[in-house]
């Protein structure tokens, strides 16, 4: 009897830290009601404050709106800004805008100290904002094979992932997989597939590299109003990140763990 796979069980699987491990971005963000304070300087200067320690660099940025007339689509200047924050290495970031605030990283270590910082962000908006309420929570991990262990794809993903970019096909080209789980408001949005060398399914969180690559991206969301509190929304963002990690380990088979450097 086939026993069916349910990637929202609270009983997610044992813990092995990958030495090696494939993750080349994770994304926490909260989205909430535009503020238009948090576009002038003096407004966000405490939440800068509180963070600049780790994130000393910041760059602000102009957002572009667009109009529909009769000439088409037409860009237009916005006094929109989202203030970028950077540490000096540029492996982690915080982003700053009317509606919105988001931690990333190309240098996640785990859960603890992403979350740790997480945390901190999101406090220190909260005693500039006050927030009342947020309209959407999510956390995003994304993961990328390349080079060698490409070659070996079938003996590192299950055979329902791996589809067509374990094929022999004569002209294959690229393959993306996506699928949609949901459970009451909250859903997990799934993609993976193999990528032709240049190309990405999205420029601002995936960079393209010179070769092919098979990208396994996973990301969990709730998009419905809630009352906003800090410890509880640092709670659904673990539990969101644990639910990333039990559909990932459902993905990926031993060898995948042993490649990277996996140590149970």
Known sequence: MVVPFDPFSPEGPEEVPLERAPLVRVIAQIRFPPIASLGRADFMAP???AIRARYPILTPERTAGFMFGPQGVMLQNSDGVVWRFHDKLNT????LGPDFVALESTAYTDRDDFFGRFDEIVRALDQVAKLPVYLRLGVRYIN????????TLPALVRPEVLGLAGSMVTGFNHSICESLFTQDDVALSTRWGRLPSGTTTDPAALLPIDEPSW???LDMFRAAQRDFD????LRECRRFAETIHGFFRWC?????????GGKG
């Open 47 to 49: 939440f800068q404050e």
């Open 92 to 95: 982690w970031s915080v982003s």
């Open 144 to 151: 990328r094979v390349r080079g060698p262990e490409l070659e």
């Open 215 to 217: 990208v396994l991206d």
């Open 230 to 233: 800090a410890a509880e929304v």
């Open 252 to 260: 990926v088979l031993p060898k995948f763990l042993e490649t990277y």
